[in-house]
């Protein structure tokens, strides 16, 4: 049995020896892709909404410093002690340090939670502290997020179509971002976590990597059809079939080296330390960064390739392509009876 070999699977993809049909089964890619954001616009509502974090719905918050103990337990317990029907989030944001969210509290209620709190972790009353937590603040992050998610992809798209000298490669990477875009969300509000200004974050940093990768494989797809006018050695669409094949094990090898240490900062982050930034953030670019690399291989590129299909000199090309290798097949049989 031959051994598989990373380095010669990348020659013969980048050759075209081996060849992947990405534009050409690109109408399954699209339905595929149109029920991964159907099901991801529906996850939400089915669920009643994301799992909005204390920044966002407002509520108490209190942070105890100088724990020996950072049990998450013992701050579920001493809270749900004092509010039953409370349901208190319990993270360690820094050494022997303990942040406490829950819903909004009365004054009493307060008190009574600060002092459940000071026992179970043996602390004194100066290590423990509380305030309420607004939603106004949330709101103002929300704004300006949905306000810099819009310049940023009104700008990008911008930039692309001027960069690549052509709207319809624009036009792919934008469509390619909005599946990343909500089937990001998708997930994040099926695993129920919940949405917190560090998510955010990640979901803009992912946009930025998507993009990104997608830059690449355009990249080389206007390389390879630089003489498009003139060639007759593959169709348009076979070019750019060629081109993200040739960029696949790039992809690859770009992802696996962006997950692995957000894989390693989500593991640690949520089943470690109970981080509660960290996992928010890891989580956020973890499923991006997959998804940016999924759809730009299946969606953008083939997307380009539909954008460009029926355009006349395209289509002429192709005919010539065709006949070209009509006239070589007549040409070879001609010889074999000979």
């Known amino acids: 049995m031959s051994r598989f070999s990373f380095a010669e699977f990348g020659n013969e993809l980048y050759s075209g020896k081996r060849s992947y049909p990405f534009v050409g089964k690109r109408n399954l890619w699209f339905i595929i892709a149109g029920a991964a954001v ?3 616009l529906l996850i939400p509502v089915i669920k009643g909404g994301f799992n909005l974090g204390i920044d966002f719905r407002g509520g ?3 942070t105890v410093s100088n724990v020996q103990d950072t049990s998450i337990s013992a701050g579920e317990q001493a809270v749900t002690g004092i509010v039953p029907e409370a349901v208190p ?5 820094a050494p022997e340090t303990v942040r406490v969210q829950t819903e909004r509290l009365s004054d009493d209620e307060t008190l009574a939670v600060r002092d459940a709190l000071i026992g179970a972790y043996g602390v004194t009353e100066e290590e423990v502290t509380s305030n309420f937590v607004g939603p106004t603040w949330g709101e103002d992050v929300s704004r300006q997020a949905v306000i810099g998610l819009i310049v940023f992809v009104v700008l990008a798209a911008l930039l692309m179509a001027i960069y690549f000298r052509t709207w319809k490669m624009s036009v792919a990477a934008m469509t390619a971002l909005v599946v990343v875009m909500i089937t990001s969300a998708g997930i994040y509000s099926l695993v129920d976590f919940e949405v917190t200004p560090s998510a955010i974050i990640g979901f803009l940093t992912i946009l930025s990597y998507s993009l990104y990768d997608t830059v690449v494989v355009f990249d080389k797809i206007r390389e390879n059809t630089a003489d498009q006018d003139v060639s007759t050695k593959r169709t348009f669409a076979e070019q750019v079939n060629l081109a993200v094949n040739q960029t696949l094990v790039r992809s690859i090898n770009t992802s696996v080296v962006a997950v692995l240490p957000v894989a390693a900062i989500l593991f640690i982050g949520a089943m ?3 981080a509660g930034t960290l996992r928010d953030l890891s989580l956020a ?5 997959i998804i940016g690399t999924v759809t730009t291989v299946f969606i953008a590129a083939p997307m380009y390739a539909m954008l460009r299909m029926k355009e006349p000199e395209i289509r002429k090309q192709e005919k010539r392509v065709l006949q070209r290798r009509s006239l070589e097949a007549k ?3 001609g010889t074999v009876r000979a």
């Open 285 to 289: 670019l973890f499923v991006g960064i």
């Open 89 to 93: 989030r319990v993270t360690n944001i």
């Open 38 to 40: 159907l099901l991801s």
């Open 60 to 62: 108490s918050e209190f």
């Open 272 to 274: 470690l330390l109970g």
């Open 331 to 333: 040409e070879a049989e």
